[in-house]
């Protein structure tokens, strides 16, 4: 199982950061959509580092596929073909309010954003006439000056985030991976996320060999109490914001905590965040979270995703030193090699 950790901060910072992860083992860097653009960073580790990269996630339905085909395309050349395209549709309030964007029955749209890539990625590669003709996209023309130099590589894969049912199912029928969304659990993943996946991988005569799953697991690791207490601070934090958002109360009906979600709702629309880690007992968390010491973390990983997942992120909301964070990647990668 290959292992993979986000990297953030200025820019300028990104290089030395990337060159740190890559001495400490991980396999590949992930981007995430926050307070930065989501792939200026990964132009970076593509550049000084042969990491493998990828946005996880990166907004689809605010950009053009056009634009992102492009960056695709540049990014599988400069990572000399180590880079994917994690692609997902957030909410409808951020889409609209924040990004001022059209939300038009997204699922929809996010198939015709994968389609339209992988045509327009095909016009690039073979030659043939750029012609796809979609209900919420056009892409007809394609002259040879905006053609990009070709290079070895394939295009990039395509990797949807999803949690819903009609995400998740999509995902399966045209996706080459399904990025799960770290507000999961492994009863969520059995038998909530694989049977929808595998519904979608059916209905179109695919295999689950055909799409890969890559979660994205919420770690705690420590090896004494000064990191035990950061580190469940930081995940108690994430867990709560999380489980605040509508969209992701599915994760906790399937234990019967729904109610939390309502509770997590009424407190940030209040502005009471300081008082919604508080919501987040031991039991949520060490369900939701992979929480321990190194070693501890490397068995549950495997106990969880063995079998199941290609590769794993871990998102880890708190400051981790470097040897912890190596120790962390060492152990997992020997619990499930």
Not at 255 to 283: S, V
């Amino acid at each position: 199982m290959k292992v993979d950790l986000g990297i953030q901060g200025h820019l300028a910072d990104v290089p030395g950061r990337a060159r740190a992860l890559k001495e400490i083992g991980v396999d590949g860097v992930f981007t995430s959509e926050a307070g930065s653009d989501v792939f200026l960073p990964l132009t970076l580790v593509a550049e000084h580092t042969g990491l493998f990269c990828y946005p996880n996630v990166a907004l689809a339905l605010p950009r053009s596929p056009m634009h992102l085909a492009y960056l695709g395309h540049d990014l599988q050349r400069l990572s000399e073909g180590r880079t994917a395209l994690g692609l997902g549709s957030q909410i409808r309030p951020h889409i609209e309010k924040r990004f001022s964007a059209r939300w038009d029955r997204p699922v929809g749209q996010m198939r015709e954003v994968i389609e339209s890539i992988r045509a327009i990625h095909r016009c690039w590669k073979t030659g043939e006439r750029l012609d796809f003709r979609g209900e919420h996209y056009t892409f007809t023309l394609m002259t040879p000056m905006f053609v990009p130099q070709p290079h070895a590589w394939d295009p990039p894969p395509i990797w949807l985030g999803a949690l819903g049912p009609q995400m998740t199912r999509l995902a399966g029928e045209v996706a080459d991976g399904i990025l799960v969304h770290p507000f999961h659990t492994r009863r969520f993943l059995e038998e909530v996320t694989v049977p929808r996946l595998e519904a979608g991988l059916e209905a179109v005569g695919r295999s689950r060999d055909d799409v890969a799953v890559i979660p994205t697991v919420v770690t705690c690791a420590y090896r004494d109490d000064g990191e035990r207490e950061r580190a469940l601070r930081g995940a108690r934090m994430t867990l709560a914001f999380y489980g605040s958002t509508p969209a992701y109360r599915a994760t906790l009906e399937v234990h019967g905590w729904g109610e939390i979600q309502a509770e997590l709702n009424h407190l940030t629309k209040e502005g009471r965040w300081d008082e919604i880690p508080a919501h987040i007992d031991d039991e949520v968390l060490h369900t939701i979270a992979v929480v321990g010491t190194p070693a501890e973390i490397g068995r549950e990983v495997a106990a969880r995703y063995g079998g199941v997942a290609a590769r794993i992120g871990l998102s880890m909301p708190y400051q981790a030193e470097d040897d912890l964070l190596a120790e962390v990647v060492s152990e997992i990668r020997a619990a499930t090699s």
